[in-house]
């Protein structure tokens, strides 16, 4: 006579408290949409002085920026980023000119 099989994990239990496993966070499709801070409330506290976030993240690239040890690596960086803010800038700038429904001059 045959013994029925044994289970070899045990059966599956939900864990309780947030979705995820400790020290890792859940999955996006599992957390829960973050509180939006009012549209007006534009300063970011950081440091003890007033940052709008273009300031804080230009502290934060300046900071990564400088690990980079590679000079040639750093100033094919400035090009490139430059370049995409020169891009990002004709691309608002066209956008304006069909939001309002004029001509930009090229």
Known sequence: MKR?????????????????????????FMMTSPVLAKPADKRIRFNDEDSDENELFAKLLYK???????????EILHVSIMEMVRQAQEEDERERGVETGGMTSQ
């Not at 099989?5 to 947030?18: D, K, L, R, S």
């Not at 990564?64 to 750093?74: A, E, V």
């Open 4 to 28: 029925p099989a044994e289970p070899v994990a045990p059966p599956f239990i939900p864990p309780i408290g947030p979705p995820g496993l400790p020290g890792l966070p859940p999955p996006p």
């Open 64 to 74: 990564k920026l400088g690990t980079i040890t590679s000079r040639k690596r750093r």
